[in-house]
């Protein structure tokens, strides 16, 4: 079992809809998680962490974390046709900074459609 | 506009012989790490260090693949020798980690693609 597991996708949405893009990991220790997106040939960026359970939104990304059943999740609302990117999961076991080290999992392809 | 710069930007060479990836991290950030990123295995940690100290180097082959933070503005990945399967795209990232938070952006360098022939 791989420690930090996503769909592979593509995950295919109409512009304008709600894309809900998924991950679970394995450490129950696990404290601080991340989404980054990575546009084809380009790097990973950051774009939401969330600390906490519940739902964090910034802008049209909301993040929902539920550790209990050790998921995490982004949704992008009011997709459009430049969200379509692979979405990487990344996971810490710690909760500050000193504890660095990131496990992501291997992304989600979304393809937003006209 | 800070960024992190990685050279080469693309590398081709022959099975055996020592590749050496540079990378020149955001100034002030004390935090730089190495990941390779493949199809099958995606995104994964070779090695990091914070001011300049490694702090862990688990993912990385020890029999072929160095990592040196020689000054704070220079980070190298060397693989002596070379192999197939070590093709993929190498990313340097640098942050600024402090250790009472849990601000921890990692910036990414546009990465190195490597293909060992």
């Known amino acids: 079992q791989k420690e930090v597991e996503q769909n592979s996708g593509p995950l295919s949405v109409p512009e304008g809809a709600i894309a809900s893009l998924n991950c679970t990991y394995s450490?129950?220790?696990?404290?601080?998680f991340f989404w980054y997106r990575q546009y084809s040939g380009k790097s990973p960026e950051l774009i939401m962490s969330?600390?906490?359970?519940g739902d964090k939104e910034d802008g049209r990304f909301t993040a929902q974390l539920n550790k209990a059943s050790q998921y995490v999740s982004l949704l992008i609302r009011d997709s459009q046709p430049s969200d379509s990117a692979t979405y990487l999961c990344?996971?810490?076991?710690?909760?500050?900074?000193?504890?660095?080290?990131?496990?992501f999992g291997t992304g989600t392809r979304l393809q937003v459609t006209l | 506009d800070a960024r992190v710069t990685q050279t080469p930007r693309h590398k081709v060479t022959e099975m055996g012989q020592e590749v050496t990836m540079r990378c020149q991290p955001i100034?002030?950030?004390?935090?730089v790490f190495w990941y390779r990123q493949t199809m099958m295995q995606g995104l994964e940690l070779l090695a990091y260090?914070?001011?300049?100290?490694?702090?862990?180097d688990s993912g990385m082959p020890k029999d072929r693949f160095s990592a040196e933070m020689p000054d704070a503005t220079l980070a190298t990945l060397k693989i002596q020798p070379s192999e197939p399967r070590d093709s993929a795209v190498y990313f340097c990232?640098?942050?600024?980690?402090?250790?009472?938070?849990?601000?921890?952006?990692?910036?990414f360098g546009p990465g190195t693609r490597l293909t060992v022939l």
């Open positions: 969330i600390y906490s359970n």
């Open positions: 100034l002030g950030h004390n935090t």
């Open positions: 450490d129950r220790g696990s404290q601080s």
């Open positions: 990232a640098s942050g600024l980690v402090w250790p009472t938070t849990n601000t921890d952006t990692q910036y």
């Open positions: 990344a996971v810490r076991l710690g909760l500050t900074g000193t504890a660095s080290k990131l496990t």
């Open positions: 260090f914070r001011n300049r100290a490694p702090l862990d």
